[in-house]
């Protein structure tokens, strides 16, 4: 399709549904709709799709999805798969997430956060910071855990965008006068709507593009002027479309790719990370035969396999089920602790919460002064205008997803 690969991820999933509803099928089938989507594009959608089932009751609606809360209102039927593909549940949502919210948590399913909530409480689980931060003492909001404040703000910046400003050859400006820095050990997320130039500012920030203006700096020196083996071994790209960064036909020659060293050094280092994100029995596969959710795990690994001075993560948790996000969580966790200066780019509200120390808003091209989460998330009129919303976390007075979801772990 002409000028589809112009598209930003969230616009070209939105494009496909729109196609997909003009052809007014009988059975939809959508396998996670919404997983590129900013959190105004989810409710157009959910809100889209709740007007059809109404329009045509004949209408019958498959929704595929890890992450629940938007989509439970338009479900009459839950199904559950277990790991190894055996119908795990077939009931009601309300008897699913109710009678069998502790079963599902133990499958490694993700709940609506209400449930995690009302799991959380019932085991004397919810902490005080979890409440709206509206309501928030400082004091609670001190308690959070995480981020909590520039790691070392004293140290040279690993990367700087100094005035940036970009276009792509055909057309209007996509970043405007764009300045921000990020610290050794710092996590920073860049959050906004789809298409206001998240997956353009990581291209640049690993000299993919050039700025057309401004200066985009890394470790002091323009990342243009760095040779291309030096920034593959010092700067990482996760892109948002895993596929657009395999380069072997096999999982195993994808992460050894990206690691120097001996060949037991390469060999171990590649199979430890591939056991970590669970991958190890994929090996031998080719990339392009993972499911979407493991292809996302590759990508990552192959960043995460080697140290790296700046690692620039563009969507690094869709498709994650819930253990999965923990453990691509600790390594980047792992990552800033040895000093890696990380940017994460996200739609994932409560990722934000949970792990940035400093939270970038964009809009239409343009960058917002950094804050802390608890300020960020404080401000919901700020919020509202950049087409966010609050991490459901913090909605729902859950002291971290992970904790109240899975049961005895
Ligand atoms: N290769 C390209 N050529 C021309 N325009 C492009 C190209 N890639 C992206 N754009 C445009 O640049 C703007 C920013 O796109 P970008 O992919 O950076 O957005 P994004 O913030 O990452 O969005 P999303 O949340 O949907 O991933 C969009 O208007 C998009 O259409
Ligand atoms: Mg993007």
Not at 159 to 185: I, K, M, N, T
Not at 318 to 337: C, T
Not at 354 to 365: C, I, L, S
Request: glycine share 8%; aromatic share 6%; hydrophobic share 45%.
């Amino acid at each position: 399709m002409n000028g589809f690969d112009r598209l930003s991820g969230g616009m070209k999933q939105r494009l496909v549904i729109a196609a997909l509803l003009a052809m007014q099928p009988d059975i939809l089938v959508l396998d996670e709709p919404t997983s590129n989507l900013d959190p105004a594009g989810v409710r157009d959608v959910v809100e889209l799709l709740g007007r059809l089932c109404a329009e045509r009751p004949e209408l019958t609606l498959i929704l595929v999805e890890h992450r629940l809360d938007a989509v439970v209102p338009l479900v009459q039927r839950v199904l559950v798969l277990d790991s190894a593909g055996r119908l795990a549940l077939d009931s009601s949502p309300g008897e699913a997430f109710s009678t069998h919210a502790e079963q599902l948590a133990a499958l490694n399913v993700w709940l609506p956060s209400e449930t995690y909530a009302r799991l959380a409480a019932s085991r004397g689980e919810l902490a005080v910071w979890g409440a709206p931060r509206r309501q928030m003492s400082e004091a609670q909001v001190s308690s959070k855990p995480g981020g909590g404040g520039l790691s070392q703000p004293d140290a040279a910046p690993v990367l700087e965008f100094e005035h940036v400003s970009f276009s792509y050859r055909s057309g209007r400006p996509v970043l405007r006068d764009l300045s921000f820095a990020v610290h050794p050990g710092e996590v920073c997320a860049v959050v906004g709507a789809n298409g206001c130039g998240k997956s353009t500012l990581a291209k640049l920030a690993v000299g993919l593009h050039g700025p057309d203006a401004g200066k985009v700096l890394f470790d002091g020196r323009p990342v243009a002027e760095i040779p291309a083996r030096t920034v593959a071994d010092r700067l990482g790209l996760v892109f948002q479309n895993p596929e657009h960064q395999f380069v072997t036909d096999c999982v195993l020659d994808e992460v050894r790719f990206n690691v120097q060293g001996s060949e037991e050094e390469v060999q171990s280092a590649a199979r430890r990370v591939l056991d970590a994100l669970r991958l190890e029995e994929f090996v031998d596969r080719n990339p392009f035969a993972l499911s979407h959710g493991q292809k996302r795990r590759l990508s990552a690994a192959t960043m995460l396999v080697s140290p790296k001075e700046l690692l620039v993560l563009d969507e690094p948790t869709f498709g994650q089920d819930p253990s999965a996000l923990e453990e691509l969580l600790r390594m980047l966790n792992a990552a800033a602790d040895q000093g890696t200066a990380v940017v994460v780019i996200t739609h994932d509200m409560d990722l934000v919460w949970r792990r940035a120390d400093t939270v970038y808003g964009m809009q239409e091209g343009r960058m917002l002064p950094g804050r802390k989460p608890t300020e960020f998330f404080a401000d919901i009129e700020h919020l509202i205008h950049l087409g966010l919303e609050e991490p459901a976390c913090v909605r729902y007075g859950v002291a971290g997803l992970e904790r109240a979801g899975r049961s005895g772990k």
